[in-house]
């Protein structure tokens, strides 16, 4: 069933989403060389007993992950861009790191996800993270009432066709509110005009993922983290998005990083830049 929130609902929502995009921020700027990938899952543990809130991924036992997820912080490296198991692994110059979390406060979701690059980056890992950051806002542009399912889908499957990378259908957004998964698949991909129809108090996680060289995934033995399948690099965005009548509400929004993101005015320009060199 999909449960439309009313304002009230939402505004609960964006509580939660505003305590959840200032933790990955935190983590973001805690990404550094030599930190390891444990001590961001407890820095995210803290701040979650904190603030009282709950993780949506703590016991987490899905149909396709191998046995309970017991960690609130998904943290993938290099060619894994899902469903990361955090593991001792202190972070490498270059490494591409990428923070998915999801979380309740008094009862209501937000999930969201950050890509960055921790010590000297390649333009080219540069270049994938920004590709998931455009298509994350073209979608949320998009995401309008009486506009379709496929709207969304089709505006992040255009950026990747101009970015050059391929497209994963297996894994993309979802329905959100008072769980963290809630009817509604929403494919990196898909043909406008097509699908649900949008409608003020839907609540979805946008959430457009790449990888360089392949639409292609394995699964680590672990039972969790997917990686690439020709091993290049991944990146992956993602807001909790409402809609509205005034449009589309990014429940998510986290304060402006320098590592590894962009300005929406310079994605922009490097947006252009790109689909004019190809």
């Given amino acids: 069933m999909i449960e439309h929130k009313s304002p009230a609902d939402i505004e609960r929502m964006h509580t939660t989403g505003r305590f959840l995009g200032q933790v990955l921020g935190e983590l973001g700027d805690l990404a550094a060389v030599g930190v390891n990938l444990m001590d961001l899952e407890h820095h995210a543990r803290r701040r979650i007993k904190e603030r009282g809130a709950e993780s949506c991924y703590w016991d987490y ?19 894994a861009v ?5 593991h001792s692994y202190k972070l490498r110059d270059g490494d591409l ?17 950050l890509s960055v690059v921790v010590g000297t980056p390649a333009a080219e890992d540069l270049r994938l993270i920004e590709a998931t950051e ?3 806002e073209a ?4 995401a ?13 499957g255009g950026v990747a066709k101009e970015y050059g990378y391929p497209v994963n259908l297996e894994f993309g957004g979802h329905g959100i509110g008072r769980t963290m998964h809630e009817e509604l698949h929403i494919p990196n991909d898909g043909r406008p005009g097509r699908g649900w129809k949008l409608r003020p108090g839907l609540t979805i996680a946008i959430e457009p993922w790449f990888a360089a060289g392949t639409d292609k995934i394995v699964y680590d033995p672990d039972g969790w983290t997917i990686r690439s399948a020709d ?4 990146a992956h965005s993602e807001h909790t998005v409402a809609i509205t009548e005034s449009g589309p509400l990014v429940l998510t929004r986290r304060p402006e990083s320098t590592k590894g993101t962009a300005s929406a005015k310079g994605r ?4 252009k830049s790109a689909t004019t060199e190809r």
């Avoid at 899902?82 to 955090?86: F, V, W």
């Avoid at 979608?139 to 998009?142: D, F, M």
């Avoid at 091993?231 to 991944?234: A, L, M």
């Fill in 82 to 86: 899902l469903h990361g198991l955090p």
């Fill in 268 to 271: 922009e320009s490097r947006r």
């Fill in 144 to 156: 309008l009432p009486g506009n379709r399912l496929g709207d969304i889908s089709a505006a992040i």
């Fill in 139 to 142: 979608a949320i542009e998009v």
């Fill in 231 to 234: 091993g290049s690099r991944t």
């Fill in 134 to 136: 455009v298509a994350l």
């Fill in 97 to 113: 790191l990428t923070m998915d979390m999801a979380v309740t406060v008094d009862g209501w979701a937000a999930d969201s996800a």
């Fill in 61 to 79: 036992e899905p149909s396709f992950g191998k046995g309970p997820f017991r960690n609130v912080v998904c943290l993938s490296v290099n060619d």
